[in-house]
Each structure stands twice: as structure tokens, then as C-alpha cells.
Nanobody, 118 residues
Framework: QVQLVESGGGSARPGGSLRLSCASF????????MAWFRQAVGKEREFVAA???????SYADSVKGRFTFSRSNARNTVYLQLDNLKPEDTAVYYC????????????WGRGTQVTVSS
């Protein structure tokens, strides 16, 4: 069955970096729009970055210039490079996939915690 497995979360200091990975099983990321979302404690889930099957990568304004989305079709994995981290980046980060014929995101990972503090 389809499963998205996230890794790479952890703790970092302000200005530090982390690299999140999302390995997919049961689907080929080359055929899905892939995205990252995050949710901080007490706040709503928010969009972070995404790449459609055909099209350009988009980023939330809050992370633009600091985070970088990438995709490895060969490894069937997507990544999110987090640079110049800020305390407000602290959240659970989720990987999601959307099929070609679907409007919403069909599959979600369990999430990985990112904590940025001094």
C-alpha cells in the first residue's frame, strides 16, 4: 500500500540547517504532485512548498529564499532543505502526494518534528 516515510527532522539553532526527506512506497513520485506542509502547536496547518508533475516549484512567502524543494525520481524521494532556520519554523512537517487526476492531496506522511531554538 501507499506509504510516505519522512526523516531528517530534529533540533537546530537559529540560522542552522536541516534536510528533510520523504521516501515514497507504493507510488512513483514522478507521477504525483508532491508537497510539504507544516503545523505548529496551536496553529493551523500551512502550506510550505510543492512541485506539480508539470510546472514550477512554489513556496510560501514565509520560507521563500530559505527552503529548497527537490525531487529524486531515481530514489523515489522528495526533499526539503531548510536553511537559515528561525524559531517560527518550529513545527511538525508533513509530506503529501497528489495524483494526476486528483484535486486534493491523497496521501500524507506521519510528520517529522523540527525544533528551532537557542
Amino acid at each position: 500500500q501507499v506509504q510516505l516515510v519522512e526523516s531528517g527532522g530534529g533540533s537546530a539553532r537559529p540560522g542552522g540547517s536541516l534536510r528533510l526527506s520523504c521516501a515514497s512506497f507504493g507510488l512513483s513520485v514522478s507521477n504525483y504532485a508532491m508537497a510539504w506542509f507544516r503545523q505548529a502547536v496551536g496553529k493551523e496547518r500551512e502550506f510550505v512548498a510543492a512541485e506539480p508533475v508539470i510546472g514550477k516549484i512554489s513556496y510560501a512567502d514565509s520560507v521563500k529564499g530559505r527552503f529548497t524543494f527537490s525531487r529524486s525520481n531515481a530514489r523515489n524521494t522528495v526533499y526539503l532543505q531548510l536553511d537559515n532556520l528561525k524559531p517560527e519554523d518550529t513545527a511538525v512537517y508533513y509530506c503529501a502526494a497528489r495524483g494526476i487526476g486528483s484535486h486534493g492531496y491523497d496521501y500524507w506522511g506521519r510528520g517529522t518534528q523540527v525544533t528551532v531554538s537557542s
